[in-house]
């Protein structure tokens, strides 16, 4: 069975205060939105208290285009890239870049061509041979679904080390004219986040004496016709977000059924677990996961405590969740079930058992 022997995180440099989001808003928006002080309750409603940005605060009370936001965008994803790459690799015991065979990058805030991951092997020494695998546009659901497609090259190739990187600067995407619900909900919830995670498959000795997250399995699941649940609407100022109200509720009567199948098949079911690495979408997301599958809210604290300090990230979130699981909670036999949705509407799901 394939494991994870590292994750790291890396935070963008300019951290927001929630407060600070609020008073923002409220002097940009104010006279723009009906009730806005009726709205702005949001920000104190999320339990959410930080969040991390790319830019200092200024540089969002200004208009750019898609080509600056898009210019950031690259310039940084590699800096930051690059640190978290670091960062893993030598949490794992200082595994060398020359030996990654894999590397998946995962993003859907900005896009490059060549991929930024091809941009990254040009500032560290990866092998020549290295497998590139650039995934765009899962969304929130891109750090789970990153980890099991490095599972399933790892289950081919027994011998292989995989990373595989999430840069998500959400906040350059952030629009100053767009006066919807969805865009004002949206610069309460989102923030800028980095993580890398190394999984290696079964011929691969781990360094660290810990247990590690070994992957039992793996599942996606697709909801026909939900296009307009999340995603981007591309324009000329770049991308507007899209998501739905309604996706509490969506997830609150598709996840369960999802989950319990998924457990059920791999012989085990909601109470054997003793981790929940549940993406933190929103302070919503989470009742949500809670009355569906009717958990022990003990099981959410990992999740509610990165909600907290940093937003909803996207697909580094989860692996957020997982480091601090990895670090805080986990023991030797434990088993975590890890869940993420995002843009399709769509969900991957991996059972794990500490090895
Ligand atoms: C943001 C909140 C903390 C705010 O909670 P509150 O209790 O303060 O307020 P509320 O839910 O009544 O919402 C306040 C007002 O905003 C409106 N409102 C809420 N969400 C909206 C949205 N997405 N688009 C447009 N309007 C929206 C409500 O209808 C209401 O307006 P009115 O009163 O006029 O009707 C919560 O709504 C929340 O957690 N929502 C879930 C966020 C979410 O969808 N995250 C997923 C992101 S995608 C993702 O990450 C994938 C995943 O999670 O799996």
Same mark, same amino acid.
């Given at each position: 069975m394939p494991k994870i022997h590292a994750v790291s995180t890396y935070n963008p440099p300019f951290t927001l205060v929630q407060t600070q989001a609020e008073h923002f808003v409220r002097t940009l928006f104010s006279q723009k939105i009906t009730q806005l002080e009726r709205y702005l309750r949001v920000f104190e409603n999320g339990e959410i208290l930080n969040r991390h940005l790319?830019?200092?605060?200024?540089?969002?009370k200004q208009d750019h285009d898609f080509a600056e936001r898009n210019r950031l965008y690259i310039e940084h994803a590699v800096s930051f890239g690059v640190t978290a790459i670091e960062s893993c690799l030598e949490k794992a015991g200082g595994v060398s870049t020359k030996d990654i065979d894999a590397i998946v990058f995962i993003s859907s805030t900005g896009i490059s061509t060549p991929s930024i991951d091809a941009r990254i092997m040009n500032k560290l020494p990866f092998s020549e041979h290295v497998v590139r695998i650039p995934i765009w546009g899962l969304g929130c659901g891109g750090g789970a679904a990153g980890i099991s497609r490095a599972n399933d090259y790892c289950i081919a190739h027994p011998a292989s080390k995989v990373l595989v990187l999430c840069v998500e600067l959400c906040s350059l995407t952030f629009q100053a004219n767009d006066l919807t619900k969805s865009n004002l909900i949206g610069t309460s919830l989102f923030g800028d986040g980095v993580a890398c995670a190394l999984v290696c498959g079964d011929a691969v000795m781990a360094s660290s004496r810990q247990p590690l997250p070994a992957i039992k399995a793996t599942a996606s699941k697709w909801l026909p016709n &939900?296009? $307009?649940?999340m995603g981007w609407a591309v324009e000329n100022t770049g991308f507007h977000v899209i998501f739905a109200k309604s996706i509490p509720s969506v997830i609150e009567n598709w996840l369960a059924p999802f989950v319990e199948e998924f457990l059920q098949t791999n012989k085990t079911?909601? &109470?054997?677990?003793?981790h929940f690495v549940a993406h933190p979408g929103g302070k919503k997301v989470l009742v949500a996961y809670e009355t569906a599958l009717?958990? $022990? &809210?003990?099981?959410l604290i990992p999740s509610k405590t990165i909600l907290q300090d940093h937003g909803n990230m996207s697909s580094p979130t989860v692996l957020y969740v997982l480091e601090k699981t990895m670090t805080e909670y986990a023991n030797k036999g434990d088993i975590g079930l890890m869940a993420a949705l995002g843009p399709g509407f769509s969900g991957e799901l991996l059972l794990l058992e500490w090895k």
């Open positions: 790319t830019m200092p605060i200024d540089w969002y &939900s296009e $307009d649940v079911g909601l &109470s054997n677990l003793h009717r958990i $022990d &809210s003990q099981l």
